[in-house]
């Protein structure tokens, strides 16, 4: 994965092969447990991260690896990796300002955590820039990445509540110098999990206060890919993410009959096409590769509807976000249609949340510009109103 100083690509591991809700009484429970010693942000164990890259380093930061308790979506505890970095220097009056990054697509097994990386599977640029803009950071790698666990891929719920609870988890390791206000960015999957975030911050983690969510070419609504799958229309790249998809949804759900969704090559491939390192990267091209489109058909009608409700379980919009969010989503997205994005912001709308649009139609998943995400962060750290909110 390439990050450059202007422009970063969210087209993880899926791109290089070929390149929310819990009950309303869930999050509450939640949200009180996180009061309690082993509550959601909890610390299980804080370690420096010695061989972190050597550009956080020469920042004088502090990075730290974490493990830390969280949530999945069937309101079941759970422990995630992940890392925190604070800024060197003094803090500023109220502490440092967390920036939790939500990070795209990786892979779907434990050895795909980017904090197991050193450069952080690329993103280790994007790290040192908020932190160089003044933020501490807080970066999860998700339930199931990077420690043992099932990941949970696209599912905007427990994908949100690991961002929240990486800010906890921040604030546990260093106490008294992190304010108890905090912004989120995310792209791809991590687009589809700070915009949940936004949407569960208030109740799930009331103790902390989000100003403001980025959300770049989110996977907000992908429900779409099941009656793609259907129609045999699907891209190279997003058959790729949906075998991907398939494959995390069987894990997650073990009574989920994954042959009324793939057959042939898929089938047979089925572990080449989750490897995200080292030589299994080159078999998991090939496997991609071999990939057919009817061999993602759903089985019948009926598999189709079923999993078209499985997906819009998992996705945004759900609930009104008390902070603003900025969406930016791209004409040429090799993997999210934008009409889905749209579509998926005046649900937004429709419930309450304040949104800017940034739609760049002539850009594609991996080559959105984000060069305003921190002048706008910052204005609305200030308390600047939105220029062109819905």
Same mark, same amino acid.
């Given at each position: 994965?390439?990050?450059?100083?202007?422009?970063?690509?969210?087209? @993880?591991?899926?791109?290089?092969?070929?390149?929310?809700?819990?009950?309303?009484?869930?999050?509450?429970?939640?949200?009180?447990?996180?009061?309690?010693? /082993?509550?959601?942000?909890?610390?299980?164990?804080?370690?420096?991260?010695?061989?972190?890259?050597?550009?956080?380093?020469?920042? $004088? &930061?502090?990075?730290?690896?974490?493990?830390?308790?969280? +949530?999945?979506?069937?309101?079941?505890?759970?422990?995630?990796? #992940?890392?925190?970095?604070?800024?060197?220097? *003094?803090?500023?009056?109220? #502490?440092?300002?967390?920036?939790?990054? !939500?990070? #795209?697509?990786?892979?779907?097994?434990?050895?795909? %955590?980017?904090?197991?990386? =050193?450069?952080?599977?690329?993103?280790? &640029?994007?790290?040192?820039?908020?932190?160089?803009?003044?933020?501490?950071?807080?970066?999860?790698?998700?339930? %199931?990445?990077?420690?043992?666990?099932?990941?949970?891929?696209?599912?905007?719920?427990?994908?949100?509540? /690991?961002?929240?609870?990486?800010?906890?988890?921040?604030?546990?390791?260093?106490? #008294?110098?992190?304010?108890?206000?905090?912004?989120?960015?995310?792209?791809?999957? %991590? $687009?589809?999990?700070?915009? !949940?975030?936004?949407?569960?911050?208030?109740?799930?983690?009331?103790?902390?206060?989000?100003?403001?969510?980025? /959300?770049?070419?989110?996977?907000?609504?992908?429900?779409?890919?099941?009656?793609?799958?259907?129609?045999?229309?699907?891209?190279?790249?997003?058959?790729?993410?949906? *075998? &991907?998809?398939?494959?995390?949804?069987?894990? @997650?759900?073990?009574?989920?009959?994954?042959?009324?969704?793939?057959?042939?090559?898929?089938?047979?491939?089925?572990?080449?096409?989750?490897?995200?390192?080292? =030589?299994?990267?080159?078999?998991?091209?090939?496997?991609?590769?071999?990939?057919?489109?009817?061999?993602?058909? =759903?089985?019948?009608?009926?598999? +189709?509807? !079923?999993?078209?409700?499985?997906?819009?379980?998992?996705?945004?919009?759900?609930?009104?976000?008390?902070?603003?969010?900025?969406?930016?989503?791209?004409?040429?997205?090799?993997?999210?249609?934008?009409?889905?994005?749209?579509?998926?912001?005046?649900?937004?709308?429709?419930?309450?949340?304040?949104?800017?649009?940034?739609?760049?139609?002539?850009?594609?998943?991996?080559?959105?510009?984000?060069?305003?995400?921190?002048?706008?962060?910052?204005?609305?750290?200030?308390?600047?109103?939105?220029?062109?909110?819905?």
């Amino acid at each position: 994965m390439h990050v450059s100083t202007k422009k970063f690509s969210w087209a @993880a591991l899926v791109a290089s092969a070929i390149s929310m809700t819990l009950m309303s009484g869930c999050a509450t429970d939640a949200a009180k447990s996180a009061k309690n010693a /082993n509550g959601p942000g909890t610390l299980v164990e804080v370690k420096p991260f010695a061989d972190i890259d050597s550009s956080v380093k020469d920042l $004088g &930061a502090e990075a730290l690896h974490v493990l830390y308790r969280s +949530t999945s979506s069937d309101g079941q505890h759970t422990v995630v990796s #992940g890392a925190v970095f604070v800024p060197g220097g *003094t803090p500023p009056p109220g #502490g440092w300002i967390t920036l939790a990054i !939500a990070h #795209g697509t990786t892979g779907i097994t434990p050895e795909c %955590g980017p904090t197991l990386s =050193p450069n952080m599977l690329g993103q280790v &640029a994007l790290v040192t820039k908020f932190l160089k803009a003044g933020y501490a950071v807080a970066f999860t790698d998700y339930q %199931g990445l990077g420690a043992p666990g099932i990941h949970e891929y696209l599912n905007s719920r427990t994908e949100a509540y /690991n961002v929240i609870d990486s800010v906890r988890a921040l604030r546990n390791a260093k106490p #008294g110098v992190i304010s108890d206000r905090w912004v989120t960015f995310g792209g791809s999957q %991590g $687009g589809g999990a700070s915009w !949940a975030a936004a949407e569960q911050a208030s109740v799930y983690a009331p103790e902390i206060h989000l100003v403001a969510a980025v /959300n770049a070419v989110p996977a907000a609504n992908i429900s779409g890919y099941a009656q793609l799958a259907e129609d045999q229309v699907m891209t190279p790249f997003q058959s790729a993410a949906y *075998t &991907a998809l398939l494959i995390a949804q069987g894990r @997650a759900h073990p009574d989920l009959d994954l042959d009324l969704y793939r057959r042939g090559s898929v089938k047979a491939n089925a572990e080449a096409l989750i490897q995200c390192q080292g =030589p299994g990267l080159q078999d998991r091209a090939r496997a991609v590769g071999q990939i057919k489109s009817e061999e993602l058909k =759903p089985a019948n009608r009926a598999a +189709t509807l !079923a999993l078209k409700a499985r997906l819009e379980d998992m996705a945004v919009a759900k609930h009104k976000a008390d902070a603003p969010m900025l969406v930016i989503y791209a004409g040429k997205d090799e993997y999210i249609k934008p009409e889905w994005t749209k579509k998926a912001v005046e649900d937004a709308c429709k419930l309450g949340t304040k949104i800017e649009v940034d739609f760049e139609a002539d850009k594609s998943h991996g080559t959105f510009d984000y060069t305003n995400v921190l002048p706008w962060l910052q204005d609305r750290i200030e308390g600047k109103p939105l220029k062109n909110p819905c």
